[in-house]
């Protein structure tokens, strides 16, 4: 019986969809049925279009189903990814969780496991405390969180967050960035796995 994931991420200028891929594939690798979902864009559509690099990822991940409430009732697991804005998620991510309640008032989140990740334009910009915002979300809902910690090695290679992975903005992403957001997933569905059985 495997574990169904939802990879729901925002992304602005790519970023975040890149590590939600990585993520999308590495729990493929680890047995997971996974749907990759984006958060919807929340700002005009003129807005958007008049900066390249928003229109660019925009016009890149069109084909990428919208997540719903519904993604969050199919899965055993969520997998969150989403840029730091001041401390927290982006207003499109809020957005998104703010259109839980039905969903979290009938239990329909508890006993789900769940994990984050996060990206911002410095090392410092916030990812931590963005990470943590999630988690209060998480823990209203009932969920199960499944932060990485510090349980693998590639956790020190990026950065040492045990929160969850982040990212600095514009930086390549590396063959340690990729082991360091393998781990996160495949330990959220290990977690995931042993909720369901």
Not at 75 to 98: C, E, H, K, N, Y
Not at 145 to 161: Q, S, V
Not at 166 to 187: C, E, L, N, Y
Request: proline fraction near 4%.
């Amino acid at each position: 019986m495997s574990v169904k994931l939802a990879v729901i991420y925002y992304s602005t200028y790519g970023t975040n969809h890149q590590m939600a891929s990585i993520a999308n594939d590495a729990a493929k690798a680890a047995g997971a049925e996974v749907r990759l979902l984006k958060a919807a864009e929340t700002v005009p559509q003129e807005i958007v279009a008049s900066v390249e690099g928003w229109k660019a990822t925009a016009d890149k991940t069109a084909a990428i189903p919208v997540a719903t409430p519904a993604d969050m009732e199919w899965a055993d697991a969520f997998l969150f990814s989403a840029p730091t804005r001041f401390g927290v998620q982006s207003s499109q991510m809020r957005a998104f969780i703010d259109t839980l309640g039905g969903v979290w008032a009938k239990g329909g989140l508890a006993n789900k496991a769940i994990s984050a990740m996060t990206s911002a334009q410095n090392a410092h910009g916030g990812q931590e405390q963005t990470l943590m915002s999630f988690y209060a979300s998480a823990i209203h809902w009932g969920c199960i969180i499944a932060a990485p910690g510090y349980t693998d090695p590639a956790i020190f290679k990026t950065g040492g967050n045990p929160y969850g992975y982040s990212h600095t903005q514009g930086q390549p992403f590396i063959d340690d960035d990729k082991a360091s957001i393998g781990h996160q997933v495949r330990r959220l569905v290990q977690v995931a796995a042993k909720l369901k059985a």
